[in-house]
């Protein structure tokens, strides 16, 4: 209970509980129509991200920055002094090179360690970074490379090398490219020898708060990618104001020194404003190249983060780990009933904490007690051990997982936001948590809700312009205003629920709304589900396509016995299978009004992935791609109905 004791003794220092304010405006009905926080950081005079590495340096030369990744296993210290000798060595590097100030520098590679040396070594020359996620096509990469300008691209390995010299071929003047695996790094070190310090000094001092930092693309999922246009000043109130809403709290209650794991992509706003925040609140990083548990389980228990920001995939993942866990040794009926002891239990230590009820009685302490020696502290191992808040962004984590986590001990905030917001636009403060929601406007930030529905934000987060597109800018930015695709609502205290995206909205031949959204987000979490696309859009009712997760599939046949490679057929006719999946149905339809639920699903082959196009690499479906691939089993649904 350590966290929630935390949260407790934070709750009587006024002076951390009250340091915001968020004020609401309402419609004459009563409804709250905007929402608006004040900053906790002013908006810089002078300078940019790019000091951030060299003041750490000045001011505490011997603090551990970062912790990079060995080859055995381990995490080799590098000392704010190490980390901006390294950045200079880099950046000096580039301007042998030829990146001139205001230049742009593409880099397409996985979360590592030389991301983040890049980054800041292609500020502090002058430059303007393009991230490209390392799983881009050659198409992406050429539109990418020929949009931006890029005149240099940063490449992870041989294959990412490949990809840009296929894609830019035909380009009259391609671009020149450093490969990471084939020493990117010590290249640059050694082109840069003859650069005097002096050079990068004077780039880094030109730059100022209003200079373009990066042009970070869109993940395309309604077309082709868009370039934001994003400024040192929109990073910095991005990263110093959610960096002082959070941090001296979990400093001060806690007593500990934080660190985080990242394995977010760095092509992503989110991991790249993460990192950013990290640097400015002398936060430990550590890397890790991927989301796939195979990957991230050894590293969160080798590294021990302190908190962790993920998507709820991630979540979804350690859940689905721990039944499987109890399944294999015969308790699989016991974790069911953990899971909903912990709703139950949180729900109540929640409504307490917020001062709407009288906690958890008896009978629910020790229920608790009893399934955290058996199951809620097996989930903190998972994630390390030391792991005590986390944040979770992309979409809606289901709310009954979220109180799944807080019931084990680590505390879950939700946030929401855009490429065109610097990341968060909204997250839930320390302590006002309300799961279901994802919070009220970041510091510095407002939220207003359009006549239609629509999520509109302002505030120094938001960007200036998409790159060499003004008809798009037009579209989306009035007044300072950002509109940004997705529909909500604000309730008393400022707090934002997603309801889903507008231009997904599905209108059945009954003339029903229906936000596929809500459905989807709740079918992923419970296995076996693994991808799924809600239809219904002029068809009599709502139905859906689903996929079934390897991993979920193979420890459900290991479970009963059955042969590891019975093929899908045989599976869709196995009614014990069909009713796991009505499960996850009846779930996501336990948030909608019968019109709006699920009346027919279809189980079908293949994943939706990055690799058949079907994902973005933040992992959203491309909905119009996903329904022209799967046509004729949309068309079954409503023939066959399964």
Same mark, same amino acid.
């Given at each position: 209970m350590g966290v929630r004791k935390d949260l407790k003794r934070a709750r009587r220092r006024g002076t951390l509980a009250d340091r915001t304010r968020t004020e609401t405006v309402r419609d004459a009905d009563g409804t709250v129509r905007e929402a608006r926080t004040a900053p906790l950081v002013p908006r810089p005079a002078t300078g940019s991200a790019a000091d951030l590495p060299f003041t750490n340096a000045a001011e505490a030369p011997d603090t551990v920055a970062l912790r990079r990744a060995t080859a055995d296993g381990g995490w080799r210290p590098v000392t704010s002094a190490a980390f901006a000798a390294e950045v200079t060595a880099a950046a000096k590097g580039l301007i042998a090179l030829g990146v001139e100030p205001g230049g742009r520098v593409a880099v397409m590679s996985r979360t590592r360690y030389e991301w983040t040396v890049l980054d800041f070594a292609i500020?502090?020359?002058g430059g303007q970074t393009v991230p490209v996620y390392a799983t881009s096509s050659a198409e992406q990469v050429e539109w990418i490379v020929r949009d931006s300008g890029a005149r240099h691209v940063l490449t992870e390995t041989a294959a990412n090398t490949a990809t840009v010299r296929e894609a830019t071929a035909a380009h009259p003047e391609p671009p020149a490219v450093l490969e990471l695996d084939a020493g990117a790094l010590a290249d640059l070190t050694a082109l840069g020898r003859e650069v005097p310090d002096e050079e990068v000094t004077k780039r880094r001092a030109a730059l100022t708060p209003?200079?373009?930092?990066?042009?970070?693309?869109?993940?395309?999922t309604t077309g082709r990618p868009k370039g934001c246009v994003l400024t040192?000043?929109?990073?910095?109130?991005e990263a110093a104001n959610t960096v002082e809403l959070l941090h001296p709290i979990f400093r001060e209650v806690t007593g500990e020194t934080a660190s985080t794991l990242l394995f977010l992509p760095l092509a992503h706003i989110l991991g790249r404003t993460l990192q950013l925040a990290c640097l400015l609140a002398r936060i430990e990083i550590g890397h890790c190249p991927g989301i796939k548990p195979a990957e991230l389980r050894p590293a969160l228990k080798s590294f021990r983060p302190t908190f962790l920001v993920g998507v709820p995939y991630l979540f979804e993942k350690i859940h689905d780990t721990g039944r499987a866990t109890a399944e294999k040794i015969g308790r699989g009926a016991s974790f069911e009933r953990a899971h909903r002891l912990a709703v139950r239990f949180a729900a109540a230590h929640l409504d307490r904490f917020l001062g709407r009820g009288?906690? !958890?009685?008896?009978a629910l302490w020790a229920g608790w007690a009893l399934y955290d020696l058996l199951v809620y502290r097996r989930v903190r191992a998972e994630l390390g051990g030391r792991l005590r808040y986390a944040i979770s962004g992309g979409s809606p984590l289901d709310r009954d997982l979220n109180l799944f986590f807080y019931a084990a001990g680590v505390v879950v905030y939700e946030g929401y936001g855009l490429t065109e917001t610097s990341a968060a636009a909204t997250i839930? !403060?320390?302590l006002g948590l309300r799961p279901g929601t994802v919070g009220p406007p970041v510091p510095g930030a407002a939220v207003r809700i359009a006549a239609d529905g629509e999520v509109l934000v302002s505030g120094g987060i938001v960007f200036g312009s998409y790159w060499n597109n003004p008809e798009a800018t037009a579209?989306?930015?009035?007044?300072?205003?950002?509109?940004t695709g997705d529909l909500g609502s604000l309730d008393a205290d400022g707090y934002l629920t997603i309801t889903g995206r507008k231009k997904d909205l599905l209108v059945t031949s009954g003339g029903k709304n229906v936000s596929p959204a809500v459905l989807e987000?709740?079918?992923r979490s419970r296995p076996p589900v693994g991808q799924c696309l809600v239809v219904g859009d002029n068809r009599p009712y709502v139905a859906a396509l689903i996929t079934l997760d390897p991993d979920a599939v193979a420890h459900w046949l290991a479970v009963r016995g059955l042969p590891a490679d019975t093929p899908l057929p045989e599976l869709t006719g196995d009614e014990r299978l069909r009713a796991d999946v009505q499960r996850a149905v009846d779930h996501a339809n336990a948030a909608v009004s019968r019109a709006e639920s699920i009346r027919a699903f279809r189980l079908v082959e293949g994943e939706f992935t990055e690799e058949n196009g079907l994902?973005? !690499?933040?992992?959203?479906?491309?909905?119009h791609a996903a329904v022209a691939a799967y046509a004729e089993e949309i068309e079954a649904l409503y023939t066959t109905g399964r």
């Open positions: 500020w502090a020359a209003d200079t373009v930092a990066t042009l970070c693309y869109t993940s395309g040192h000043a929109n990073l910095h109130a009288k906690g !958890p009685g008896p839930v !403060p320390p579209a989306a930015l009035t007044d300072g205003w950002f509109a987000d709740r079918l994902l973005t !690499p933040s992992l959203k479906v491309r909905r």
